[in-house]
């Protein structure tokens, strides 16, 4: 069976999250703080791991950090009870795949689990499918199978949704992805209001791949149409 990892140190909201992911069908693991959660989390066995922000002994920036740098990649959600920007964008830049402010509805909550795991098993499927896991584009590799990508023999520190994204657009050059496409296909929402999410993300991933901002070689746009991978690289 499954399994779901939980960390979290309010024993109600750990309560009340267990008893729904049970209902999913899935296994669930818990730890109460930041340090055994981690501890847990390095085994890379689990389809999702649930992150609460505010932890004693590590907080779950940290958790999520230092979990990305040991190479584990399970899906993160993140929970924080501090709904300012920089909290958002400080989970998403520390590798989470997501995140909720508490409180939050149980309805969103499951419905955001199902979401990322549907996400990750259309990734794991792709990737199975993948003839060719290493590609090359001018000047830059992308290796899908070990997530790395280089320019210029440097490797270039991707999030995991940063990657995600220039492997689905990289997957076919040429062809334009609206931003609602993407929202479907790398997080797996199938509702509308977070089109500024992937903006954010392709801009940061511009930012990490692109010499010129002013004038991108690898990602461009269409502001009708949406976003491709340049299909012309020498």
């Not at 993407?182 to 999410?197: A, K, P």
Request: hydrophobic content about 40%; glycine content about 8%; proline content about 3%.
């Amino acid at each position: 069976m499954p399994k779901i990892l939980i960390v979290e140190d309010d024993s109600d909201i750990e309560y009340l999250i267990k008893i729904h992911i049970k209902d999913l069908g899935y296994e669930v693991e818990s730890a109460s703080d930041g340090i055994k959660g981690f501890d847990m989390a390095l085994s890379g066995g689990y389809c999702l791991i649930i992150l609460d922000v505010m932890l004693p002994g590590m907080d779950g920036l940290q958790v999520c950090q230092k979990l990305r740098e040991a190479a584990v990649y399970s899906p993160i959600l993140m929970l924080t009870s501090r709904g300012e920007e920089f909290d958002k964008v400080m989970g998403l830049e520390s590798g989470a795949d997501d995140y909720m402010t508490k409180p939050f509805g149980i309805r969103e909550f499951v419905a955001r689990v199902k979401a990322i795991i549907r996400r990750e098993q259309r990734r794991a499927a792709a990737s199975d499918a993948q003839t060719s896991p290493v590609a090359e584009f001018g000047n830059m590799i992308i290796d899908r199978e070990k997530r790395k990508v280089f320019i210029d023999g440097e490797k270039v520190s991707l999030t995991p949704k940063e990657f995600d994204l220039l492997s689905l657009l990289s997957s076919s050059p040429g062809k334009y992805f609206s931003r609602e496409q993407l929202l479907e296909q790398v997080w797996g929402y199938d509702f509308s209001g977070y089109d500024h999410t992937v903006s954010t993300h392709i801009n940061r991933l511009r930012g990490k791949i692109e010499k010129d901002l002013n004038n991108p070689r690898f990602i461009l746009t269409s502001w009708s149409v949406g976003y491709c991978f340049n299909d012309d690289i020498k």
